[in-house]
């Protein structure tokens, strides 16, 4: 199976957003709006004519310290037929590739999928490490109500 990953574009936000709601079990949330206005920071997987698989990123900032912003890695969905065939690697290695250019000291997932980030050479790390991204994001979050009883694994790659 032959497949290809790019940078989105507008026309693919309903279709992030059909597939983030697809994993809604396993991901965040997020609303339409959110994916257009992010939309430069979402790459997407084509298979067989259709987005097989989508992930985005964030950058959290660290106060008093621009260089140790910390790169999220979110919304990482592959569709159940195109799962264990690379497209997931291929997809977060693109986010990783493109982040690299802001020279940023590690990145970041939250994930319920440990195993699949620690064959990327990602670590776990205690959530303590990562206040700024349970500050701004998982204190919003609708699923739990505290971030440090969420079962999702903190976990991080080093890129220097």
Request: glycine content about 4%.
């Amino acid at each position: 199976m032959e497949f290809i990953t790019r940078q989105a574009t507008l026309k693919d936000a309903e279709k992030i957003f059909a597939l983030i709601h697809l994993n809604r079990d396993l991901l965040v949330p997020r609303a339409i709006g959110n994916i257009v206005e992010n939309i430069d920071r979402f790459v997407v997987a084509e298979a067989d004519g259709e987005m097989a698989g989508c992930a985005a990123f964030q950058i959290h900032p660290e106060i008093g310290d621009p260089l140790a912003a910390t790169v999220e890695i979110q919304s990482v969905a592959v569709r159940a037929p195109y799962r264990r065939r690379g497209i997931g690697r291929a997809i977060v290695e693109s986010v990783i590739a493109r982040v690299s250019s802001f020279s940023p000291r590690e990145v970041l997932v939250l994930t319920f999928a440990p195993e699949f980030f620690k064959s990327l050479g990602f670590h776990e790390i205690p959530k303590t490490k990562v206040m700024h991204k349970l500050y701004t994001g998982c204190m919003n979050c609708t699923k739990h109500t505290n971030p440090f009883t969420c079962p999702e694994i903190a976990m991080t790659r080093s890129l220097t």
